[in-house]
Structure formats: structure tokens, C-alpha cells
């Protein structure tokens, strides 16, 4: 695994990342016929909260990001991008780690979307999330706190 670093956001970082976001989000979205040259980098503008973003970096450099933004009960795992180049090598699911940790711990629910048919569905799965709903373009999953005992799930 790369040495990697991970820091608070600054609104400094935006342009950067979402340039990010727009590249590992590319080939998802050209596959959901979704890609749009400016709105896929104008939905992060539009989301970019720095108190609940950190930047992850590789030798120094910009490589990845991740927000966990509070919503009532819940967090929502957002913006979580890593460069292409680096994907594979343990990185994000060091992260994701890194940031479900204190969440099992203050008994917190974690929810997000990612795109269907992402690679990144069977990291969320590996770290404890399932599918809560999906549609044509989004799966939303969730996951409970290691240590809270299962959400009642209605027999289907």
C-alpha cells in the first residue's frame, strides 16, 4: 500500500477536487450514458462543505478526498475519490477504516449512494454496508454500527 496522508479540507481544495471527482467518475458515468463536462464537476462545487472533507494525499500530492457530513441520526459518506491510478492498492478501504471507526464507536448509522455497477459497491460491502434501495442511475446503502445489532429488515 502507498503512503498516504489525510488532512482537513480547505475551500481551497474545490477546483482540484473537483477535477478529481470528474475523472474517477468518468468512466461510470460515460457507462450510465450520465457524463456531463461541467455538471459532474459543478454537483461537487454545489456539495464542497471543508468542515467534513478531508483531502487524502500521496507523497504530497493530491490524490484522494472524502466528506462524513452529520444529518440528523445519521452521517453520509460522500465525495469519497481517489485517483484512478491509485485505486487497488488499500488506500481507500485504509480510509474508510480510519473514518468507521469512531462512528462504531458513537453508535452512528452511515449512509451513501454510488453509482450502479461501481467497482467501489463491493469495497462499501467488504467494510459492513448493504443495500437499503436503488434506482436506475444510484444504489443507496447503509450501514449499522459494528457493534449496534441489525436494523429490522420486513421479510421480502
Known amino acids: 500500500m502507498a503512503d498516504w496522508e489525510i488532512r482537513a479540507a480547505s475551500s481551497a481544495d474545490v477546483e482540484t477536487v ?3 471527482r470528474a475523472v474517477a467518475l468518468r468512466a461510470d458515468l ?10 459532474v464537476r459543478q454537483r461537487l462545487r454545489d456539495g464542497f ?3 467534513h472533507t478531508w483531502v487524502i494525499e500521496v507523497a504530497g500530492a493530491l490524490a484522494g478526498c472524502v466528506a462524513l457530513r452529520p444529518a440528523g441520526d445519521t452521517h453520509w459518506l460522500e465525495h469519497f475519490y481517489l485517483d484512478p491510478a491509485l485505486q487497488g492498492r488499500g488506500i481507500g478501504s485504509a480510509v474508510l ?3 468507521l471507526e469512531p462512528c462504531d464507536r458513537d453508535d452512528v448509522l452511515i449512509r451513501l449512494n454510488v453509482l450502479r455497477g461501481s467497482p467501489a459497491r ?5 467494510h459492513g454496508f448493504r443495500v437499503e434501495t436503488e434506482d436506475g442511475v444510484d444504489v443507496f446503502m ?10 429490522h429488515r420486513p421479510v421480502t
Open 122 to 126: 463491493r469495497l462499501y460491502e467488504r
Open 49 to 51: 462543505d471543508p468542515e
Open 18 to 20: 473537483a477535477e478529481l
Open 142 to 151: 447503509v450501514r449499522e454500527p459494528a457493534s449496534a445489532p441489525p436494523l
Open 97 to 99: 477504516r480510519d473514518l
Open 30 to 39: 460515460e457507462r450510465l450514458g450520465r457524463y456531463d463536462e461541467h455538471r
